[in-house]
């Protein structure tokens, strides 16, 4: 054990059993070499086009935003990028396991932090390595860096010069400084320890504490979990020369805080009774005989890494009610500083804050805290979530992947600096905060914005006719946390609570949620009659109305709608999108004047959103067809506040080709000027002068049609599907949608490949939708 150990835990994977050493470890330096040298870049955000650009960036025009600066300093965060940039800064004196490996081979590392920061926050880093182990000169190339970032991460310094590297700093300088290796590991640490007493149902300022190491990570575990509550009269720390105790001699000021007038020498003459231990030491140190010894539901943060003070497999063998955290990935509730260093620049940066306090810390570990007691979300673009990820013994804290930290961690930041008077730029509307935070997990965030805020206002009776999917429960979940929509679900009730039980939500039947029981509906009679007579002269009999009515969720959720017991309506998570629509078709029908259902698909891309039509149901719709699916995709689109622009596609570019395909879109083009419609439409075209103005500029001057197209309408469904799939794939983009068009009432029909956050996106629609629906009757 050594006294210089500042991080004990890291981002890294651990499980790498399966794989050869040396097969891995070729593999991590063709990863840091390939494509291009490293793993960070700097990338303009501002476009160079020409010669007036040129100016706008450099000289002369750079000179206008210098002096507005120099006349007010706060306006850098105006014209710059400083206050969402953060300098990661380094001696390479204690680099992850490896000790004093010295600055220029610590810079993987750096730039790693840099990844991480960007991934999960989208913070941007300079890495610096300085050579120079003395803490004071460190100190004085720091301070010189103030004017280049918004904030400060100290990175991989040893104990205890990282002590007064960290705190000099925060006195002298006027932005976050933060020393990861200490209050990255300590504050989560905190949020496990809270929930792990929270689970045996002990009193933080009873418990007792044995702490091995004395490190950076190891004081700063200490400090906060004092001002969590723990009694400092009830810890023992021990050190690579055993129990530090007020009799030993050369003991630094941070190791003088947590001294003992104690006659115990070593860890094992320590650990009777002990509540927890928490390591952040060597492998091995903590024997099966010490945690024996424990007191009840004994709690072990063993976070040396690889190896921990002990294997969580050995402790279980021998204490079956123990609580285990390690730093690995490989074992449950991983204490991972990813968990917490983005989200706290985030939120810091965000208000503008002089410093990372206290207070901002404490608000770190309550809101990871409260996180594991929330179900966990998928991934982004992926369906389902480890079924295990439910509070509990092995669920203490979230995992580093999990993708709604940003939004509950860094809002939880700001609010506590602007609470505690260190935010120099506050935030007004912390819900219009949050709702930004959320473009960093889900694309669709700032497009369903107007959606959402409308939704909120009035939610309306959705009902989801896969009741008991697991992914529509956690998406109901989301629905009534945000208060978008009241629930109906359709399943049998006992299925449906079993499910809600295993995905740990917290839904209640007759509280924020209804369920119809499609065994045991009071409306039975009633709604198999009215299908029946509604559908006797179209192949539909009484005894298979019955039965229909009791086993095909999408018929009873489209009599729900139609009969005015919902507003609204999602179905399509399982199955083929025609059966459903057939159910649609059958009971709600089309609205007046329209012909036929349509449907539409959006991909969010970061560079611009598209609509595509028809991705579904006409296998090649008539020019009528499309032109009248037209004018209701753009109804649709304006709902989301985007101003259409429509292009016809074909494999003919303004009259090129004379085949049937060009013709019918060339007749698209002529019905939607006869109907004289008050949206921008041009065609046919090909696909890139539909995206690039200038290629449609060049090969058709007339063009009707300003800027790239964001409605592209096909000649066929093989064409719009096969677009649609391709974009969303290659770009690695969300998607909205099957969005129906055409229906008498709220209806969408997904895809078994649907997640949560789509079915979500699907029931604001329909909410406003109905909200519309309503208006109109009134008026």
């Known amino acids: 054990m050594s006294n210089n150990t500042s991080k004990t835990t890291s981002s890294e994977p651990n499980n790498i059993s399966a794989m050869n050493k040396e097969q891995f470890e070729q593999s991590a330096l063709h990863y840091h070499e390939h494509p291009v040298p490293g793993k960070i870049s700097v990338t303009p955000t501002k476009q160079i086009a020409n010669q007036h650009d040129l100016a706008l960036a450099y000289s002369p025009g750079v000179a206008v935003p210098c002096l507005e600066i120099q006349k007010d300093p706060k306006l850098a965060a105006k014209y710059t990028a400083r206050n969402n940039l953060v300098g990661v800064i380094t001696n390479g004196t204690a680099v992850l396991g490896l ?70 700093l925060r006195k002298r300088m006027n932005i976050p400084v933060f020393h990861d290796d200490q209050h990255g590991t300590s504050i989560i640490v905190g949020a496990a320890l809270i929930n792990a007493l929270q689970l045996i149902d002990k009193k933080i300022e009873d418990i007792k504490v044995v702490c091995s190491g004395a490190g950076a990570a190891a004081i700063s575990c200490l400090d906060l979990i004092c001002a969590l509550g723990v009694q400092k009269s009830n810890i023992y720390v021990s050190d690579s020369r055993g129990i530090v105790s007020t009799s030993r001699d050369n003991l630094d000021e941070t190791k003088q805080r947590y001294a003992r007038d104690t006659d115990a020498k070593t860890l094992d003459d320590v650990m009777d009774d002990i509540d927890l231990f928490l390591g952040l030491s060597m492998p091995g140190i903590l024997s099966v005989d010490m945690v024996k010894r424990m007191a009840r539901d004994p709690i072990i ?159 309306k009776r959705i009902v989801y006719c896969e009741g008991e999917d697991p992914d529509v429960l956690r ?223 060049h090969d058709f001057p007339h063009s009707v049609l300003n800027g790239p197209a964001n409605l592209l309408i096909m000649p066929t469904l093989d064409a719009a599907n096969i677009a649609f799939n391709l974009i969303k794939t290659i770009s690695g983009s969300a998607s909205i949608g099957p969005i129906l068009l055409g229906a008498n009432k709220p209806v969408h029909i997904l895809t078994p490949s649907a997640t949560a956050r789509r079915v979500v996106n699907m029931t604001a629609l329909a909410v406003t939708e109905a909200q519309d629906i309503e208006a109109n009757a009134k008026d």
């Not at 961690?409 to 819900?431: F, H, N, Q, R």
């Open 99 to 168: 000790g004093n490996i010295g600055p220029l081979a610590s810079k993987p590392v750096m730039e790693g932090k840099g990844v991480l920061f960007k991934k999960f926050a989208g913070i941007d880093v300079f890495d610096i390595e300085v050579a120079q182990n003395d803490p004071d000169k460190f100190i004085e190339a720091v301070v010189a860096l103030e004017p280049t970032f918004g904030g400060i991460n100290l990175e991989d310094i040893k104990a205890p010069e990282c002590f007064k590297i960290e705190r000099e």
């Open 301 to 459: 943060f063993a976070l040396a890494n690889p190896t921990p003070e002990i294997m969580p497999e050995i402790a279980h063998s021998v204490r079956p009610d123990v609580i285990m955290a390690t730093g690995r990935s490989d074992y449950p509730n991983q204490v991972n500083n990813a968990l917490c260093f983005p989200y706290i620049f985030r939120g810091a940066l965000d208000v503008g804050a002089t410093t990372i306090n206290e207070e901002m810390k404490i608000a770190c570990v309550h809101a990871i805290a409260a996180m594991a007691h929330v179900e966990a979300t998928p991934l982004q673009g992926q369906k389902y979530v480890d079924s295990s990820k439910t509070f509990g013994k092995n669920y203490l804290i979230p995992g580093p992947l999990e993708p709604n930290l940003i939004i509950e961690i860094a809002p939880a930041i700001a609010k506590a600096a602007m609470d505690s008077g260190v935010a120099t730029l506050p935030i007004d509307d912390m819900d219009a905060y949050r709702q930004k935070l959320s473009a960093f997990v889900y694309n669709s965030a700032f497009v369903m914005k107007p959606l959402f805020a409308r939704a909120k206002e009035d939610p």
């Open 475 to 697: 998406a109901i979940q989301v629905v009534v946390d945000e208060g978008l929509a009241k629930p109906i679900l359709v399943g049998r009730p006992a299925i449906i609570e079993s499910q809600i039980k295993a995905l740990g939500l917290r839904l209640k039947a007759d509280e924020n949620l209804e369920i119809i029981n499609q065994d045991n509906d009071p409306r039975y009679k009633d709604y198999w009659q009215f299908y029946y007579e509604k559908n006797k002269r179209k192949g539909v009999s009484i005894e298979l109305a019955r039965r229909d009515v009791r086993r095909k969720t999408t018929l009873i959720g489209s009599l729900l709608v139609e009969k005015g017991d919902a507003d609204g309506m999602i179905c399509g998570t399982f199955s083929h999108y025609h059966l459903h629509l057939d159910y649609v078709r059958r009971v709600i029908g089309k609205l007046d004047g329209v012909s036929d259902f349509y449907s539409m698909n959006a991909v969010l891309m970061p560079n611009r959103n598209l609509f595509i039509a028809d991705t579904y149901i006409h296998e090649d719709p008539t020019a009528e067809q499309l032109a009248e699916m037209t004018v209701l995709a753009v109804d649709q689109m304006r709902r989301f506040g985007i101003t259409p622009r429509v292009a016809l596609l074909s494999h003919s570019n303004f009259g090129t080709s004379n085949r049937a395909s060009a013709i019918k879109m060339r007749r698209v083009y002529e019905i939607l000027t006869d109907m004289n419609v008050n949206f921008e439409f041009d065609g046919e075209m090909h696909g890139d002068a539909a995206l690039d103005d200038r290629i449609r500029r």
